[in-house]
């Protein structure tokens, strides 16, 4: 019977289209891996993989066995979670995390995991999705959370959160509107997140959708920036409620009775890992980010 090692390394080859970035990704050497392919097509009874092609390709039993292959490497994954000891989660682990999570709960976060899994040491960045997407792909971070789900088909997407976008503006600039916040829309700029986010593309189509085509959108990378550009006065700013909310409450911005969709945000991580410490923080971030919404 094949083992969860065969299965990995199956899956590895095949997200990563070759035998030597298979390897890499699994920390072991090529001709490891291809003992490891050559049990499993014994076992089963059928080539899985056309090392003819390239990038390599599943053959058509590969395809049936990958799908299989990857809820397994979860399933496993999530019972190690639930059931290691706290004190076998250790080492130092490369979170990548959005400004507005990072806002929210991160700092919770981190003491949960000191309190929880004391040897783990957990080294952390904060960037935009985009950005925080293409470290992970490229092993250059263990774990991100951030606006998703990747499409990415080599990455595993867990469900954390949702959080309310609001669009929100200077009450000076909603005045010399005389509080008509159809006509400012229609007349104003707007601020939003990079042009190859989640966001921007829910802005953009919210304004495509009121025919508000030529309408100028300012891009940060900063929900914070965005938030103090619209309290300047600049335009309509289009940020996570979190991040708009103490200078709503302050009476700095006011938000428009207008809706977007709400930010979807997951933890994730290449398919090919079998890092149990992934699906430990990540459970932990969704209890503290549930615990977070409750309390507000």
């Keep these: 019977m094949f083992d969860f090692k065969e299965l990995e390394a199956f899956v590895a080859i095949v997200r990563t289209g070759s035998f030597r970035l298979a390897a890499r990704r699994l920390h072991i050497t090529q001709p490891a891996i291809s003992e490891r392919i050559h049990r499993l097509e014994q076992t089963l009874d059928a080539?899985?993989?056309?090392r003819r092609q390239r990038p390599i390709k599943?053959?058509?039993?590969?395809h049936a066995l990958l799908g299989h292959a990857e809820r397994l490497i979860q399933a496993r994954h999530e019972a190690i979670a639930a059931l290691l000891p706290s004190e076998a989660i250790g080492g130092q682990l490369r979170l990548g995390i959005v400004e507005s999570l990072a806002q929210r709960?991160?700092?919770r976060l981190l003491e949960d995991a000191r309190e929880r899994f004391p040897s783990l040491v957990i080294e952390v960045e904060i960037d935009v999705t985009p950005h925080l997407a293409e470290r992970?792909?490229?092993?250059?971070?263990?774990?991100?959370f951030l606006i998703g789900p990747l499409s990415a088909q080599r990455v595993v997407n867990h469900a954390l959160c949702k959080y309310p976008t609001t669009l929100v503006v200077h009450p000076s600039l909603l005045e010399r509107y005389?509080?008509?916040a159809h006509r400012l829309l229609e007349e104003s700029d707007f601020i939003a997140p990079l042009r190859n986010s989640r966001a921007y593309i829910d802005v953009r189509a919210f304004l495509d959708a009121r025919g508000l085509e030529k309408t100028?959108?300012?891009?940060s990378s900063s929900m914070n920036s965005i938030a103090q550009m619209a309290q300047a006065?600049?335009?309509?700013?289009a940020?996570?409620?979190?991040?708009a909310e103490p200078l709503i409450v302050r009476g700095e911005l006011i938000p428009l009775p207008f809706t977007l969709p709400p930010h979807e945000f997951t933890a994730s991580w290449l398919a090919s890992s079998s890092d149990p410490r992934l699906e430990a923080l990540t459970q932990r971030a969704i209890a503290i980010a549930n615990a977070a919404e409750a309390s507000d």
């Design 47 to 50: 080539p899985l993989l056309d």
């Design 58 to 62: 599943a053959t058509r039993k590969g």
């Design 105 to 107: 709960w991160l700092t």
């Design 136 to 144: 992970m792909i490229s092993q250059e971070l263990d774990l991100a």
């Design 178 to 180: 005389r509080g008509d």
């Design 216 to 219: 100028r959108i300012h891009c």
């Design 233 to 237: 006065g600049l335009g309509v700013g």
């Design 239 to 243: 940020v996570p409620l979190s991040i």
